[in-house]
Nanobody
């Protein structure tokens, strides 16, 4: 699975952005998909994930209520809608895919990821 993320950019605090991650390959529909982010000088951290069954989602406390993950298996794409953005959301955002996960499983750890996208930069100004 190859992943291509896009949609990052510069936005003012309180604004919104929508990230997309397009996947190639026939196994996307059975991959658990997640978004991680990495701010300068910090470790990569989990943001949100969605099971390949689409039944389960999970969010980091820091983004709960502001971010929404969704997927379109017919289009091999996963989305991240980010609202009410804060300066502390500034980071490079990475989409991630994990294979061999149970249908309702959500991947929340870097070590479980099998494939990474190239990252897209989100900058939130105050």
């Amino acid at each position: 699975v190859q992943l291509q993320a896009c949609g990052g950019g510069l936005v003012q605090a309180g604004g919104s952005l929508r990230l997309s991650c397009a996947a190639s390959g026939r196994t996307f529909s059975t991959c658990a998909m997640s978004w991680f982010r990495q701010a300068p000088g910090k470790e990569r951290e989990f943001v949100t994930g969605i099971s390949w069954s689409e039944r389960n989602t999970f969010y980091a406390d820091s983004v709960k209520g502001r971010f929404t993950i969704s997927r379109d298996n017919a289009e091999n794409t996963v989305y991240l809608q980010m609202n009410s953005l804060k300066p502390e959301d500034t980071a490079v955002y990475y989409c991630a895919a994990a294979q061999g996960v149970v249908p309702n499983g959500v991947v929340t750890t870097v070590g479980r990821v099998d494939h990474w996208g190239q990252g897209t930069l989100v900058t939130v100004s105050s």
